[in-house]
């Protein structure tokens, strides 16, 4: 009767496409333990146990509900883990969660949220789930996939990649300079701590509007400025949970390119019989749900990464988006 109801519904409890989101959801329940156990405080356990049922709710809504509101399994659990994190490091801990403020704990030596933050979600995470924080928890892509331009023309044509990097450096040189050069040690906890949290993500949000305007694109914060995408393309190389194709199904009609957010090749990778190896993949899964061939899907592996297949804009194209004229 209630197996009816879910197959009118549209509801497909296929009890294998659960099981990435029940493997995700034990990992973060394995670690809240280990940390209790450790620590000797429930905390940890009631936070990434929050978190951890957050994406595995996601990941199964996402796998089981019908295509045209599987987004929603995504926007749950950016909106779920999104809040929480934001709320629970500026009021209940007073952390700053910016990348700043990791490297303040780092400087301090001691372990802060965000730093035990960053090493999980962008460092050892990614080894194992890939960016699928960038997919599923990120708290300024929250705010950014509501943006009109989910379906980007592809990369803006030069090498803006390097933008990133730079952003990195100064976030950690301008940490070095208030440490070491004004003795100003309050970065990682406490009011101004809190201060730089707030005005750095509104900075972010502002930043990455502006430009998803510009260029027509909801994720060109992401692929142009993001410093937390530097630590995250290097662990993500080593990501066991990745896309995986069929050649054999495949039949190249690029409509999974067109809907990547992340502008990659995939067939590319299919054609050459390996997994998507891109470090820009974020495990969306918009690639597996609009593929009408049924030829992707998750799988866990191992492969050392590889080649960065993406999608860049032609000449005219990128007129266009900037309104110009184009000849036909
Ligand atoms: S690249 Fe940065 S802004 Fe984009 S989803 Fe990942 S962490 Fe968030
Ligand atoms: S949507 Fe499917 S069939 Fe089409 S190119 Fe992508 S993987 Fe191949
Ligand atoms: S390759 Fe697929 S899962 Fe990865 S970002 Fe593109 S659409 Fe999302």
């Excluded at 493997?23 to 940390?35: E, N, P, Q, R, S």
């Excluded at 502002?206 to 060109?220: E, V």
């Excluded at 080649?307 to 194209?317: G, I, L, N």
Aim: glycine share 10%; with cysteine; charged share 20%.
């Amino acid at each position: 009767m209630l197996s009816n109801y879910f197959a009118k519904s549209g509801f497909d409890l296929n009890l294998k496409k659960l099981i990435v989101p029940g493997i995700v959801m034990l990992a973060f329940y394995i670690l809240g333990t280990v940390l209790w156990l450790v620590y000797g405080q429930i905390m940890p356990l009631f936070f990434f146990g929050y978190i951890g049922t957050s994406v595995g709710v996601g990941l199964g809504l996402y796998a089981a509900l019908p295509k045209k509101k599987k987004p929603l399994g995504r926007r749950l659990s950016l909106l779920m883990v999104g809040t929480f994190l934001v709320g629970f490091a500026a009021i209940y801990g007073q952390e700053n969660m910016q990348i700043e403020g990791a490297f303040f704990g780092l400087l301090g030596g001691v372990t802060q949220a965000a730093v035990v933050h960053y090493l999980i979600a962008k460092v050892f995470g990614p080894m194992l789930f890939g960016r699928i924080w960038c997919g599923w928890a990120c708290w300024t892509v929250m705010i950014l996939d509501l943006l009109p331009f989910k379906r980007p023309a592809g990369r803006v044509l030069g090498r803006w990649g390097w933008i990133r990097y730079m952003h990195f450096a100064i976030s950690l040189g301008l940490v070095a300079i208030a440490w070491y050069g004004f003795g100003y040690q309050g970065g990682a906890i406490g009011r101004t701590a809190v201060a730089w949290f707030v005005i750095g993500n509104l900075l972010y949000y502002a930043i990455g509007i502006i430009l998803a305007y510009a260029t027509q694109d909801n994720r060109a914060f992401c692929k142009y400025v993001c410093p937390v995408s530097v630590p995250l393309k290097i662990t993500s190389r080593l990501a066991l949970l990745k896309i995986e194709g069929e050649a054999e199904k495949c039949n190249d009609c690029q409509a999974c390119v067109k809907m990547c957010p992340m502008d990659i090749r995939i067939p590319e990778y299919v054609r050459n019989d390996q997994r998507v190896l891109s470090t820009e993949c974020s495990l969306c899964q918009t690639c597996i749900t609009v593929c009408a061939k049924d030829a992707l899907k998750l799988s866990f592996g191992f492969d050392l990464g590889g080649k960065d297949y993406r999608r860049e804009r032609t000449e005219r194209v990128e007129r266009k988006v900037r309104n110009e004229k184009v000849a036909v």
